[in-house]
């Protein structure tokens, strides 16, 4: 290997470092009793990050509960006669590290109860901690304020409680910006004119204004309005529990309840809410799990 190459790789991992990346171990599999298959993409992976779990071995019409950290979690077929199950376990970026299981149980033909499980160690991500100044009504929101912040994160809430049983989604997840690649800061834990504040749950892609921000992925707008923290923002329902958002637009050009398909324009990139600058803010969320967007680029469900 070349001593420029060499330096290039370590440089890369650097990188992977500093956004909290982990090398990807190889995938995990276990024959559990009567022929059922459980996979996963990974035995370890660290906070922030999504695994991709697989059933096989099912027959057309059997019935699986899976639970992923005490959590019932939604799983999908391709087709209803498919013998393959799927679903997605979405490693919040603050969960802590240690060891999990991802669960699944059924019914024997008898009747039976049966339960098999595959280990999941997760490790902590190494996210840089970032300061910022921004506008002081940000970081010590006046009571009005703080009132609206806080129906903001219920309407949120109450969003990702919904777990559409539908695949909404079709094909490869695209990055929002055409010809823009370069997204960070995601998990930076966050210091706001000298104060702690909740880590950064999204993906930044630097912009100009007015820049058209496009749909991730085919699916439903459950949100399209103004809030406190995040301006002018829309969230898209993927279907199983998947949902991804889109923050600090100058414009929105889509409303609650439409359908949309990958690549329609939802608004355009600007500056509202607790912003320093002009950039899109783009959010995955599973299952309640707060996980680095652009990994669902790279793994699709
Ligand atoms: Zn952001």
Redesign the pocket.
Known sequence: MSRVSLLLMLACLLAGRTQGKQPVQGAVKKTCDSGIILKLSSAATSQGSLLLAEISGAKPSQEFTAEWDGRPIPLWRETPASPTIHALLGVDLEKPAGRYEWKLSWSAADGKPIACSLPVTVRAGKFPIERLTVEKQFVQPDPEQQKRAEEDQKKMKASYDTVTPEVLWKGKFIRPLKGVTTGG?FGRRRVLNGEARSP?A?V?FPAATGTPVYAAQSGRVVLAENLYYSGNTVVIDHGYGIYTLYAHLSEIAVKAGDPVEASAEIGKVGATGRVTGPHL?WGLTIDHARVNALQIVQRQP
């Open positions: 800061n950064h999204g930044d803010h």
